[in-house]
C-alpha cells in the first residue's frame, strides 16, 4: 500500500502549495546546501505521478551522471519512506533513463548541459511534457530553462492543470538572481513565479554533523551554502557591481551621437562583435563568425550608413588582424597598450578605458538593447572578469588580462572589449557629448 505523507518543512509545505495550485507555473526554491531542496523536488515529481495516470515528467540537471549520482538516490529513499516497491509500483531502466510508474506515468532523467553541437537544445525535440524539475538550475543556462519550458503541455488539458516547472539551486550569481532572487527582493517578481529562501535551518533531518562541516569551508562557500546568502561578494577585486550589470539591460540613457565599436576575431574560436551605440546605449549586436576583414569592413559599413555614424566615431581593435578592418575603413585605431592619458595611474590605455566603463555602469549610465539570452548571458559572464590585480601593491591600477580571462572562462571576452572602447571617446580622447575631460 502506498501512503504518501510527506513530513515536510513549512518552506517545503509552502512551495509543494505553490506546485499545486492553479497560478503559479514557476517556482525557485533557492539556498543553502541541505535545505530539502532536492527532496520536494522528489515529493513532487512522484506525487504528481501517481495522481494522475499517464502523465509525463522531467528532471534535469546540468550533467546526467551528477543526477544519476545525486537525486536519482534522493528519489530512491522518497519511494523507500512511502513504501513506493521497485519492481511493483514503478520501474527504471538505466538505459533509456526512464522511469515507469504502474500507473502508466513517467518520469525522464535528462542532462540540460549546452553542448557546442546542441546550442539550440534540439536534443529535447518535439518532447512533450506534463511538468518538469531541474535540479541545480543555477548550473544550466536560462537558453535551456527557457526551452524546457516551452515543452509543458502533454496532458494538461486533460487533467485540467497548468505548466509547471520546478526549479532547485544554491545561491549564484546568473540567471537564477537575476528572474527569481533580486524581482523578489525587490517586490517585483511576477505572481506566475514564486522563490523560497532555503536554510539549513530550515530541515530538522539534517546531520549536525553536516552543519559542522559547512562551518569549515571559506568565507564565500560559508556565505552560499550555509547561511544561503545570495548577496555574497565573490572577492573585493571587482570593479562592477553585479546588480548594476544586470540593470544595463533596461536602463534607459539619453540618445545622442552615434558610435560602432568592433573587437575584430583574431583566431578560430574568436567572434568579431560589433556594437552600434546610440549616445550611451547600446541599440544593437552583430557578432560574425571568424570571417574575412573585406566582409567585417562591409558590415560595419553597412551600419554606418544606415545609422549615419560619423567615421570618427568608428572605432576598432588595432591590434592583430584588427588593423587590416581599420585600414580599409580609415576609422580609428584602439591599441590596448597604449599609454594611459593625461598622465592617470593605469597600466595602459585599455586599463584606463575599463576603470571608465565600470564607473559608468555602475551609475547606471551604460544601457544595452537586446532580446537575444546568449548575448545578455555572455556580457554579464565577461563583465563579471573584469577585477583588478596586484591591489596590494604601490604600481599602476591593472585588470586581469584578456589571456587569464580566457583561461579561466574557455574563450575570449570580445563583447566587454567592444564595450570597453566606446570609453575611447569618453576620456576626451575625440570630442563628443558625453566625453569628459
Same mark, same amino acid.
Given at each position: ?19 499545486l ?7 525557485l ?6 535545505g ?11 506525487i504528481t ?83 518538469a ?29 497548468i ?57 564565500i ?70 570571417? @574575412?576583414?573585406? #566582409?567585417?569592413?562591409? %558590415?560595419?559599413?553597412? +551600419? !554606418?550608413?544606415? $545609422?549615419? &555614424?560619423?567615421?570618427? =566615431? *568608428? ?6 588582424v ?46 544595452? @538593447?537586446?532580446? #537575444?539570452?546568449?548575448? %545578455?548571458e555572455?556580457? +554579464? !559572464?565577461?563583465? $563579471?572578469? &573584469?577585477?583588478?590585480? =596586484? *591591489? ?20 575570449s ?7 570597453m ?17
Open positions: 500500500m502506498i501512503d504518501i505523507s510527506p513530513d515536510l518543512t513549512s518552506k517545503q509545505k509552502r512551495a509543494l502549495k505553490y506546485l495550485d492553479n497560478t503559479t507555473t514557476e517556482v526554491y533557492g539556498g543553502a546546501a541541505g530539502g531542496k532536492s527532496f520536494l523536488l522528489c515529493c513532487y515529481s512522484i505521478c501517481l495522481q494522475y495516470p499517464g502523465v509525463r515528467g522531467l528532471i534535469g540537471r546540468s550533467k546526467l551522471d551528477a543526477l544519476k549520482k545525486t537525486t536519482l538516490n534522493t528519489f530512491f529513499d522518497v519511494c523507500n519512506q512511502w513504501n513506493i516497491k521497485s519492481g511493483e509500483h514503478y520501474n527504471y531502466n538505466a538505459q533509456s533513463n526512464i522511469i515507469t510508474f504502474y500507473n502508466g506515468s513517467e518520469i525522464i532523467l535528462k542532462d540540460l548541459f549546452l553542448y557546442p553541437s546542441d546550442a539550440n537544445f534540439d536534443s529535447l525535440g518535439s518532447l512533450e511534457l506534463t511538468f524539475c531541474i535540479d541545480e538550475a543555477n548550473q544550466i543556462t536560462e537558453k535551456a530553462k527557457n526551452v524546457l519550458s516551452s515543452r509543458l503541455r502533454y496532458k494538461l488539458d486533460e487533467y485540467n492543470l505548466p509547471k516547472l520546478y526549479m532547485s539551486c544554491n545561491p549564484a550569481k546568473g540567471w537564477v538572481y537575476n528572474n527569481f532572487y533580486k524581482p523578489n527582493r525587490d517586490n517585483t517578481l511576477p505572481n506566475h513565479q514564486k522563490f523560497i529562501q532555503a536554510l539549513v535551518s530550515d530541515n530538522k533531518h539534517i546531520s549536525k554533523h553536516y552543519e559542522e562541516q559547512l562551518q569549515k569551508l571559506d568565507e562557500s560559508k556565505a552560499r551554502l550555509l547561511r544561503g546568502d545570495w548577496e555574497y561578494d565573490d572577492s573585493n577585486d571587482t570593479l562592477i557591481n553585479y546588480d548594476s550589470i544586470i540593470n544595463m539591460f533596461s536602463n534607459i540613457v539619453p540618445t545622442g551621437e552615434k558610435y560602432i565599436t568592433a573587437d575584430i576575431a583574431r583566431y578560430g574560436k574568436d567572434k568579431t562583435c560589433i556594437f552600434f551605440w546610440n549616445g550611451l546605449q547600446v541599440s544593437q549586436i552583430v557578432v560574425l563568425e571568424l570571417s @574575412s576583414m573585406v #566582409d567585417v569592413a562591409n %558590415k560595419i559599413k553597412e +551600419i !554606418q550608413q544606415r $545609422e549615419g &555614424v560619423r567615421l570618427s =566615431n *568608428i572605432i576598432v581593435d588595432e591590434d592583430g584588427g588593423g587590416g578592418a581599420k585600414d580599409i575603413l580609415r576609422c580609428k585605431g584602439f591599441q590596448n597598450n597604449s599609454k594611459a592619458v593625461r598622465g592617470e595611474n593605469y597600466q595602459n590605455l585599455k586599463t584606463q578605458c575599463y576603470y571608465k566603463l565600470a564607473d559608468l555602469i555602475n551609475r547606471g549610465q551604460i544601457g544595452v @538593447s537586446t532580446n #537575444d539570452i546568449k548575448f %545578455k555572455l556580457i +554579464i !559572464q565577461e563583465l $563579471e572578469m &573584469v577585477k583588478r590585480t =596586484n *591591489i596590494d601593491k604601490d604600481s599602476k591600477l591593472s585588470i586581469l588580462s584578456k589571456d587569464k580571462v580566457k583561461d579561466l572562462i574557455g574563450r571576452p570580445d563583447y566587454s572589449d567592444a564595450l572602447m566606446r570609453m575611447y571617446y569618453e576620456l576626451g580622447l575625440s570630442t563628443g557629448r558625453y566625453a569628459v575631460l
